[in-house]
């Protein structure tokens, strides 16, 4: 590639609010040459080869002709390896870029945005499946942002070339299996959505999709077909109005031996699944995404003729389990494919209704869930060898999870330790599940809100478990899985001060996961629990003994280190966040390594990421919190880079409330001399925005800090720094926004920021007493008592709607609270006024005592006989008067 493009017109060492221009690529062979190099390398697994690459390509991503140089690759590469990465590239650009935000400048010039749209229908429809699924993704995100208005051929397109049939299809299932199952699916909807207008019609089609049902066979290709038929019959037979048609004998029997029972089977394809892939397997059979499955359908199915035949279905269908399950007790080790079809069935048959957090909410009372774990599930968890039988060991696992909420408590504490044991089992299924179920059971509570299972009660298995957990880490296929993590942050949360003396080896085998996943980030959920798990054994651990907080950072820094210097986006939120944690605690001094990050924290580069932004305002405000002195001694140079951020982020809507949380950080905790240069510069940069866009949350905020400056510098100085910007500005500050405004301050603390600052404004500066501000006194406490007893005013006005929606631009990685690394709320006035009413009267009383007779003049004449009682109740509560 040219030269001008190898140095990246986009890293600046310095803040710098202007758009950028477009540098242009040709779209050359040279350049197609040199790009898929690039791509080439971003597939490599040494990190030394493959982050220079992509570091590379975000750095020329702006450049015009960039994504029309990956539609050429996706077209014209003869490798397909690199047709898909193009592909996947090129997605993840749209992601990222594509959404136009308000204030920031346009990622992706209007010449490339015309030529993706008029190129990519094309391109979609005539591609294999594993790049038309990116470029159909690509498609969606476009469209939402552009599709109609920006867009209008979309639509016309898609349907020209769905007619004419000029499309690439390797589906298994034909179009006409297609087609079928669209209008299965469609007549479902006539049935639910239109009853009165489509019941003429409705028989019919009952007795279609039936012979279509018994004549199908079972080859996969068929599963959308069969399970949206067998969803219809679903729908349909839980109407009241159509129960007619279900509710002879041998129609039941039918659907149970014809529909039901074989699409309940365990097949050939399911079991390959289970061995081969089991990822997609766990992500169907545990998340729900199992929507088309046979098995889901026919689990639906039998839900929903519960709903008015629940005696004849269960008769019917116990009579099948009993039959199953002697089959499989005549040879089990032929006929485990019965036994797994029977549970199946029992909890088809048992599960009314079901969620995600609790398992079965509601359950069948015709079935004996307890006796039916004790006689047919316990034996098979209970059996020494865990490797044997893997799929019934997973259906048993799954049985305590999904049950759990049903089964008496002393099950549940006999399944603990046979969960436990599963964790070792050699099926990725099988010990997935079972750190699943135990999760699961972590979370469950008990009568008086604490966990159903205690600290105590687990104390027996904590060192097993926690082995067991680190061990299934290390079988093959699960190095990075979620539901193992997950399950270990559980643990944590549920152990506490038990897990202290396993710390250090823990801590030790968590940081070396982090280390070797930190080479190729891609398991977000995992590395979000991992993260989850470190702060847990931060927090247990220092709580006990805040001294151990050096030993973490020991353990964590050089890791950290690593993570800084290779730029591994997706970690930075986390590692920002843990740092916060640490830092924190901290009760000594900053650290020199503490200091020497500093600066790295002000670089442009890691602002421009929208997920990075929560968590480094954290982080500066927990260095400010711990470290002010030290930035203002030997860090006095980086403070204009730290106003830098503050500027930044004010000028945008989205993030102006960080801003000031770090803005109100400063003024709390930097030495006044230090500050003392840029507070005039501080206060114009607000204003000129309250200029140009004023918006509710930006005045929320902005009456926050100016009341913390009073607070913090006292009234006169703010007096002061207003007149100096423009005279009689003070006047006007208050006229215009804090009496009128103050009203919609929302949160405790951020109201008593406001009272105690408003009380030094009204007591302790002269100039409200003996000038022209005089007349706003009264006013100013008429609001103050309002802000004390009235509700809070929430109103916003109706062009600012759109402005609270938090939605990170495109695909950057995006901020991930950690829930375990929470930060405690911050008072910055604290014990000093403990009750702002009767601060108020105090301050009063005192004012009163210096020039007698004024203030009860003041306000007998102007403040409302409603403040007025108010305003007398402070002042009993404080037993004092005013003179």
Not at 95 to 109: A, F, M, S, T, V
Not at 283 to 302: F, N, Q, Y
Not at 467 to 482: H, I, Q, R, V, Y
Not at 841 to 867: D, F, W, Y
Request: proline share 5%; aromatic share 10%.
């Amino acid at each position: 590639m040219n030269k001008e493009v190898t140095e990246c017109p986009w890293v600046c060492n310095h803040f710098d609010f202007k758009s950028e221009g477009f540098v242009i690529m040709d779209l050359s062979d040279a350049n197609l040459q040199s790009l898929s190099e690039f791509l080439k390398k971003t597939l490599d697994p040494d990190p030394a080869i493959r982050r220079p690459a992509e570091k590379f390509l975000e750095s020329v991503e702006r450049n015009q002709n960039y994504p029309l140089l990956l539609l050429t690759l996706i077209e014209k590469s003869q490798d397909n390896v690199m047709k898909v990465c193009s592909s996947v590239t090129f997605k993840n650009y749209i992601k990222r870029n594509w959404r136009i935000i308000e204030d920031e400048p346009n990622k992706i010039c209007e010449a490339d945005r015309i030529a993706i749209k008029a190129n990519i229908v094309n391109l979609m429809l005539s591609s294999p499946e594993q790049i038309q699924k990116q470029l159909s993704d690509a498609i969606s995100i476009i469209g939402r942002e552009d599709f109609p208005q920006k867009w209008p051929h979309l639509l016309t397109e898609m349907i020209n070339r769905f007619q004419s049939g000029d499309f690439h299809d390797e589906e298994e299932a034909g179009l006409l299996e297609l087609l079928k199952s669209q209008i299965c699916d469609n007549a479902a909807l006539y049935a639910q959505k239109y009853d009165e207008e489509f019941q003429p019609y409705l028989p019919r089609f009952v007795t279609a999709i039936w012979n279509l049902l018994v004549t199908t066979k079972q080859e996969v290709k068929y599963d959308l077909l069969v399970s949206n038929a067998i969803q219809f019959l679903a729908s349909v037979c839980e109407r009241p109005h159509y129960k007619n048609l279900f509710e002879d004998q041998n129609t039941l029997t039918s659907i149970c031996e014809k529909v039901i029972v074989p699409n309940m089977e365990f097949r050939a394809a399911d079991e390959e699944a289970f061995e081969d892939n089991s990822e997609e397997y766990i992500r169907r059979d545990l998340e729900g995404s199992d929507i088309d499955t046979r098995r889901r359908a026919a689990c639906d199915l039998v839900r929903g003729l519960c709903k008015y035949f629940e005696g004849p279905v269960t008769a019917i269908f116990s009579g099948y389990v009993n039959s199953m399950l002697q089959q499989y007790a005549k040879n089990p080790s032929i006929n485990w494919k019965h036994k797994d079809a029977a549970i199946y069935l029992v909890t088809s048959l048992a599960s009314k209704a079901q969620t995600q957090k609790h398992g079965i909410t509601q359950a069948n009372e015709l079935v004996n869930l307890s006796d039916f774990f004790v006689n047919h599930i316990l034996s098979d968890l209970k059996s020494p060898n865990v490797n044997e039988f893997p799929v019934l060991k997973a259906d048993g696992i799954k049985y305590v999870m999904i049950f759990r909420n049903q089964l008496p408590k002393d099950q549940l504490l006999m399944s603990l330790p046979l969960l436990i044991n599963h964790l070792q089992a050699e099926s990725i299924v099988v010990h997935t599940y079972a750190a699943h179920a135990l999760e699961r059971i972590f979370t469950m509570r008990g009568p008086n809100n604490t966990t159903l299972i205690s600290a105590v009660e687990l104390a027996p298995m904590v060192e097993l478990l926690l082995t067991n957990l680190f061990k299934a880490l290390a079988l093959p296929g699960s190095s990075e899985n979620e539901y193992v993590m997950k399950a270990i942050m559980r643990s944590f949360s549920l152990l506490q001060e038990s897990i202290v003396p396993y710390v250090p080896t823990l801590i030790t085998q968590l940081t070396q996961k982090l280390l070797l996943v930190s080479k190729n980030p891609s398991k977000p959920h995992f590395n979000h629990y991992l993260f989850e798990s470190l702060c847990l054994s931060v927090r247990i651990t220092c709580k006990a003994n805040p001294a151990t907080v050096r030993s973490f950072e020991e353990a964590l820094f050089p890791v950290f280190t690593e993570i800084l210097q290779n730029d591994v986006q997706e970690f930075l939120p986390y590692v920002f966040q843990v740092m916060s944690l640490l830092l924190e605690i901290y009760s000594a001094d900053i650290s020199p390594c503490y200091m020497a990050l500093f600066p790295h924290l002000l670089q442009p580069l890691l602002w421009e990421r929208v997920g990075n932004i929560p968590p480094l305002v954290r982080l500066l405000q927990a260095f400010l919190e711990k470290g002010a002195n030290s930035i203002s001694t030997s860090a006095a140079d980086k403070i204009p880079g730290l106003l830098g951020v503050f500027q930044k982020l004010i000028a945008s809507k989205a993030n102006d409330h960080q801003g000031f949380y770090l803005l109100n950080s400063i003024i709390e905790h930097m030495p006044p001399d230090a500050m003392h240069q840029y507070r005039k510069q501080i206060f114009i940069l607000l204003f000129q925005r309250l200029q140009n866009s004023k918006t509710t949350k930006f005045v929320k905020s902005f009456l926050v800090f100016v009341n913390l400056y009073a607070v913090k510098y006292g009234a006169i100085a703010l007096q002061e720094i207003f007149d100096s910007i423009q005279p009689k500005m003070f006047g006007m500050v208050l006229e215009k926004i804090v009496v009128p405004e103050v009203q919609k301050v929302s949160g405790q603390i951020e109201k008593k920021i406001c009272a105690v600052g408003i009380t030094k404004i009204l007591t302790e500066c002269p100039s409200m007493m003996d000038t022209d501000y005089t007349k706003l006194w009264t006013p100013l406490l008429q609001a103050l008592i309002g802000l004390f007893e009235l509700p809070e005013d929430d109103s916003i006005p109706d062009d600012e709607h759109f402005i609270d929606i938090e939605d990170a631009p495109g695909y950057q990685t995006a901020f991930s609270q950690l829930a375990f690394a929470g930060k405690k709320e911050h008072d910055p006035i604290g014990a000093t006024v403990s009750n702002p009413r009767v601060h108020l009267a105090q301050s009063l009383h005192k004012l009163s005592t210096a020039c007698p007779g004024r203030v009860p003049s003041m306000i007998s004449t102007s403040l409302n006989a409603e403040a007025l009682q108010y305003l007398q109740s402070y002042l009993q509560a404080a037993s004092v008067q005013l003179v």
